[in-house]
C-alpha cells in the first residue's frame, strides 16, 4: 500500500536549486564521459512580467522595458556561467576540455523550451533537476519536470535535491 504523506512546499531555497543543477551537470557530464557523447547544457528564463509591462494599459517604455529583459538574461547568464565554472573546477579541465559543453540560454518557460531544443539537437538523453510540487499528483514529480517529460521522445534521468525525502511510504 501507498500512504502519501503531507507534501509541504512554499518555494525552493535558492541553495536546494543550486544544489540541485550542480548535481544534474554533475551526473550528465559523468554520463556524457563514460559514452563520449556530447553535453549540451540549457537554461530557460523568463522576465518575470515582461508581457504585462508591454501591455497596452502599463505606458511603460520599450527601453525601460528592454533594460529590465536585459538584466534579466544576464542574471540567468551569469548563473550559468557560475555552474559551468564550478564543473570545470569539479571535473578538471582536461575532462572539460574533452567534453566541449554546449551552452544554451533560452528565452521562454523552461516546459516549452527545453522540449523545443531537445527535439532540434536530437539529444538521446535529457538530465533535468525536479522538485515535487504540492498535492497528491505532485508527490513524485514536479510540474515542470512533467510538462516536460510529457513532450520528449528521449530517455530522462529526473534527479531530486540533495536531502529530498519523498512524501511517499510502503506499508504492508
Known amino acids: 500500500m501507498i500512504t502519501p504523506g503531507i507534501p509541504v512546499r512554499a518555494t525552493v531555497p535558492i541553495a536546494t536549486r543550486h544544489a540541485l543543477n550542480r548535481e544534474v551537470l554533475e551526473l550528465a557530464s559523468a554520463l556524457a564521459l563514460s559514452e563520449f557523447a556530447e553535453l549540451h547544457v540549457a537554461s530557460a ?28 538574461r ?38 516549452r523550451e527545453i522540449p523545443v531544443l531537445a527535439q532540434q539537437l536530437e539529444v538521446d538523453l535529457v538530465v533535468m533537476g525536479t522538485v515535487a510540487r504540492t498535492g497528491i499528483p505532485g508527490l513524485i514529480m514536479g510540474n515542470t519536470a512533467e510538462a516536460i517529460l510529457e513532450q520528449l521522445d528521449c530517455s530522462v534521468l529526473a534527479i531530486k535535491p540533495p536531502g529530498f525525502v519523498t512524501p511517499v511510504s510502503l506499508q504492508g
Open 45 to 72: 528564463w523568463e522576465a518575470i512580467g515582461e508581457s504585462f509591462l508591454r501591455g497596452a494599459f502599463m505606458h511603460t517604455p520599450d527601453d525601460a522595458v528592454a533594460t529590465y529583459v536585459e538584466h534579466a
Open 74 to 111: 544576464q542574471r540567468n547568464a551569469d548563473g550559468l556561467d557560475a555552474l559551468m565554472v564550478e564543473l570545470m573546477e569539479r571535473l578538471g579541465k582536461e575532462a572539460v576540455e574533452f567534453l566541449k559543453p554546449k551552452t544554451h540560454l533560452v528565452k521562454g518557460s523552461a516546459r
